[in-house]
T-cell receptor, first 109, second 112 residues
Framework: KQEVTQIPAALSVPEGENLVLNCSFTDSAIYNLQWFRQDPGKGLTSLLLIQSSQREQTSGRLNASLDKSSGRSTLYIAASQPGDSATYLCAVYTDKLIFGTGTRLQVFP | DTAVSQTPKYLVTQMGNDKSIKCEQNLGHDTMYWYKQDSKKFLKIMFSYNNKELIINETVPNRFSPKSPDKAHLNLHINSLELGDSAVYFC???????????FGPGTRLTVT
């Protein structure tokens, strides 16, 4: 059974720091991995999707990597801003999308 | 705006009632989903439809009945609501199952 875990569960950093969010999954047989952000009381916004054949994807200040064989993905956020404060979710696609437990990020000025 | 939309945004009802949540997407996708986010914020798939055909039905009580009148719409009807049904329900869509999924804003259901 696929399980997805995210570490840390919560993170509080000062503005400007570079940070890394971690996602691990137990079964490497995935088609892709997707990173989302969720703002309080809002829906999910897709940030990046990495296909199983890819090693990384970049969008602006965000870079996501995927190491399928070790069951890990990281989301790197460069030069963090208060507007980055949200919960970040990773999800792996097998025959359905399976979500991780989330990392709640707070960036303070 | 191109998006996934849901109505209503908030739904407060009493135990035993029947209610429906509607979802529409104008992204031209052929696969739609319902997810449930519980009080601990854990998000889990309930149903998936591809071209109006049910393809995923997780272990959801049969009080929950999805209906897809066409590719752009997926509604969720819930009978005999229970306290444990209180959650946020998200609709999502994608081109096909393996592609990027786009989520609606969610419907917060509170059963009293």
């Amino acid at each position: 059974k696929q399980e997805v875990t995210q570490i840390p569960a919560a993170l509080s950093v000062p503005e400007g720091e570079n940070l890394v969010l971690n996602c691990s999954f137990t079964d490497s047989a995935i088609y892709n991995l997707q990173w989302f952000r969720q703002d309080p009381g809002k829906g999910l916004t897709s940030l990046l999707l990495i296909q199983s054949s890819q090693r990384e994807q970049t969008s602006g200040r965000l870079n996501a990597s995927l190491d399928k064989s070790s069951g890990r993905s990281t989301l790197y956020i460069a030069a963090s801003q208060p507007g980055d404060s949200a919960t970040y979710l990773c999800a792996v696609y097998t025959d359905k999308l399976i979500f991780g437990t989330g990392t709640r990020l707070q960036v303070f000025p | 705006d191109t998006a996934v939309s849901q109505t209503p945004k908030y739904l407060v009802t009493q135990m035993g009632n029947d209610k429906s949540i509607k979802c529409e997407q104008n992204l031209g996708h052929d696969t739609m989903y319902w997810y449930k986010q519980d009080s601990k914020k854990f998000l889990k798939i309930m149903f998936s439809y591809n071209n109006k055909e049910l393809i995923i039905n997780e272990t959801v009580p049969n009080r929950f009945s999805p209906k897809s009148p066409d590719k752009a719409h997926l509604n969720l009807h819930i009978n005999s609501l229970e306290l444990g049904d209180s959650a946020v329900y998200f609709c999502a869509s994608s081109k096909q199952g393996r592609n990027e999924q786009y989520f609606g804003p969610g419907t917060r259901l509170t059963v009293t």
